[in-house]
């Protein structure tokens, strides 16, 4: 009796041909207990009854092997275990002959199988990629059934506003492409090469060109007035607010006036006076009452005539008693004589002096000279508030130059 066992104990892999001479079976036991060690019974015992790991994965089993001894258990050889236990086939490959391979048709692109024929991103060759909506057919980037090629990008002719039944004829201005044919929606008329509603456009109102002017809008394809506004001349006007059809065409609101629901009305704060709103607390012409005009320089302070701070009403204008001379410190008294008022008091200008109710410079006033009733008797003059003589004398000229004149004063 011959027994030939191949054991690959490293791996985990037990595999032994069947002598054809063995016919006791001893080449199981001994396999089972290489594989299996203490837990070897089970194994043998199986095999003694032609079935068992030893006749799924061992020396007993069909050749070629179908499947493999891994950690103690009988795995199929397949994609998990391609060749040896746990060595997996993926990015699409599949185990063929004990080696992960891709499928025919199939290449290997960045280390995962890909169908150059249908795939999108590596059409006929590695890495070429189908874009702008085309898809892999054959190995070549086409666009699908129904599409045209326009410029390098799939195009739907039959409805793309952009390429209507042609690539590049573009629908424009509102119109959409049917059946491949730029059309106007439903409602609506090309008018100059743009879809309008003739019922509702007021640029094109019942007609092409027919345009709605003076503020009528397009209503089921006529001219209307809109809601709350009536036709005046011509021009629609909300009679409620407009300021010259105030409650009725052609009634025009007052200066200062609004027109509030219909009525000509004049703003929080201000009263109608003869057609024009005025601020009866702050108005001049009317001051508390319509009519009621505040005196010259007189302003109005919440509704009554008042002077300005520093002045006083005096005869029905506002005067300043303290530099009036017309009113100086009371209204009425009057600074005459030459005198001016000053702080209230008439008085005279400097260097003059109040003599006999009249300002007069005692330096040079033949008649108050240096005080008042003093008189120089003639041919005496004042001068310097003296009463002095005076000598007028001529002196010789040169040749060519005129004569000079000069005054002797003098006192005695």
Same mark, same amino acid.
């Given at each position: #009796?011959?027994?030939?066992?191949?054991?690959?104990?490293?791996?985990?892999?037990?595999?032994?041909?069947?002598?054809?001479?063995?016919?006791?079976?001893?080449? $199981? *036991?001994?396999?089972?207990? &290489?594989?299996?060690?203490?837990?070897?019974?089970?194994?043998?015992?199986?095999?003694?009854?032609?079935?068992?790991?030893?006749?799924?994965?061992?020396?007993?089993?069909?050749?070629?092997?179908?499947?493999?001894?891994?950690?103690?258990?009988?795995?199929?050889?397949?994609?998990?275990?391609?060749?040896?236990?746990?060595?997996?086939?993926?990015?699409?490959?599949?185990?063929?002959?004990?080696?992960?391979?891709? +499928?025919?048709?199939?290449?290997?692109?960045?280390?995962? =199988?890909? /169908?150059?024929?249908?795939?999108?991103?590596?059409?006929?060759?590695?890495?070429? &990629?189908?874009?702008?909506?085309?898809?892999?057919?054959?190995?070549?980037?086409?666009?699908?059934?129904?599409?045209?090629?326009?410029?390098?990008?799939? !195009?739907?002719?039959?409805?793309?506003?952009?390429?209507?039944?042609?690539?590049? &004829?573009?629908?424009?201005?509102?119109?959409? $492409?049917?059946?491949?044919?730029?059309?106007?929606?439903?409602?609506?008329?090309?008018?100059?090469?743009?879809?309008?509603?003739?019922?509702?456009?007021? *640029?094109?109102?019942?007609?092409?060109?027919?345009?709605?002017?003076?503020?009528?809008?397009?209503?089921?394809?006529?001219?209307?007035? +809109?809601?709350?506004?009536?036709?005046?001349?011509?021009?629609?006007?909300?009679?409620?607010?407009? /300021?010259?059809?105030?409650?009725?065409?052609?009634?025009?609101?007052?200066?200062?006036?609004?027109?509030?629901?219909?009525?000509? %009305?004049? +703003?929080?704060?201000?009263?109608?006076? @003869?057609?024009?709103?005025?601020?009866?607390?702050?108005?001049? %012409?009317?001051?508390?009452?319509?009519?009621?005009?505040? &005196?010259?320089?007189?302003?109005?302070?919440?509704?009554?005539?008042?002077?300005?701070?520093? @002045?006083?009403?005096?005869?029905?204008?506002?005067? /300043?008693?303290?530099?009036?001379?017309?009113?100086?410190?009371?209204?009425?008294?009057?600074?005459?004589?030459?005198?001016?008022?000053?702080?209230?008091?008439?008085? $005279?200008?400097?260097?003059?002096?109040?003599? %006999?109710?009249? =300002?007069?410079?005692? !330096?040079?006033?033949?008649?108050?000279?240096?005080? =008042?009733?003093?008189?120089?008797? @003639?041919?005496?003059?004042? !001068?310097?508030?003296?009463?002095?003589?005076?000598?007028?004398?001529?002196?010789?000229?040169? +040749?060519?130059?005129? #004569?000079? #004149?000069?005054?002797?004063?003098?006192? #005695?």
């Amino acid at each position: #009796m011959r027994l030939i066992n191949l054991l690959f104990l490293a791996t985990g892999i037990s595999i032994a041909a069947a002598h054809p001479e063995d016919k006791s079976h001893n080449h $199981c *036991e001994k396999w089972c207990v &290489a594989s299996f060690g203490p837990l070897s019974v089970g194994c043998i015992a199986l095999a003694s009854k032609g079935k068992g790991p030893c006749y799924e994965c061992g020396p007993a089993a069909t050749q070629p092997l179908s499947k493999l001894l891994c950690n103690k258990n009988c795995v199929p050889i397949g994609n998990q275990h391609c060749g040896g236990c746990g060595i997996t086939c993926g990015n699409g490959k599949s185990c063929l002959g004990g080696r992960c391979v891709c +499928p025919a048709g199939s290449a290997i692109c960045s280390g995962t =199988c890909k /169908n150059l024929r249908s795939d999108n991103e590596n059409c006929g060759a590695c890495g070429t &990629a189908c874009g702008k909506g085309k898809i892999c057919f054959g190995g070549k980037c086409i666009c699908p059934p129904g599409q045209i090629d326009c410029s390098g990008s799939c !195009q739907i002719l039959w409805n793309d506003e952009n390429n209507c039944g042609a690539c590049g &004829a573009s629908c424009g201005s509102g119109k959409a $492409c049917h059946g491949g044919r730029c059309v106007c929606p439903g409602g609506s008329t090309s008018c100059s090469g743009t879809c309008k509603n003739l019922r509702k456009d007021s *640029e094109n109102c019942g007609g092409c060109g027919k345009a709605c002017s003076n503020g009528n809008i397009c209503d089921d394809g006529r001219c209307v007035c +809109p809601a709350g506004s009536v036709n005046c001349s011509g021009a629609c006007k909300n009679l409620k607010s407009d /300021n010259l059809n105030c409650g009725a065409c052609g009634k025009a609101c007052g200066n200062g006036q609004t027109c509030v629901d219909g009525v000509c %009305a004049c +703003p929080s704060g201000s009263t109608g006076c @003869s057609g024009n709103c005025k601020n009866l607390q702050t108005d001049i %012409a009317n001051c508390g009452t319509c009519g009621k005009a505040c &005196a010259p320089g007189q302003t109005c302070q919440n509704g009554q005539c008042e002077c300005p701070p520093g @002045s006083t009403l005096c005869s029905g204008t506002c005067k /300043n008693l303290l530099n009036d001379n017309n009113n100086c410190g009371t209204c009425g008294v009057v600074c005459g004589d030459g005198r001016t008022c000053q702080n209230g008091k008439c008085e $005279c200008p400097p260097g003059t002096t109040l003599c %006999a109710g009249a =300002c007069r410079s005692l !330096q040079i006033d033949n008649s108050h000279c240096g005080a =008042c009733g003093i008189i120089c008797p @003639s041919p005496k003059i004042c !001068q310097d508030g003296q009463c002095m003589w005076t000598v007028v004398r001529w002196w010789p000229s040169l +040749p060519g130059r005129p #004569m000079c #004149m000069y005054t002797i004063w003098w006192s #005695m």
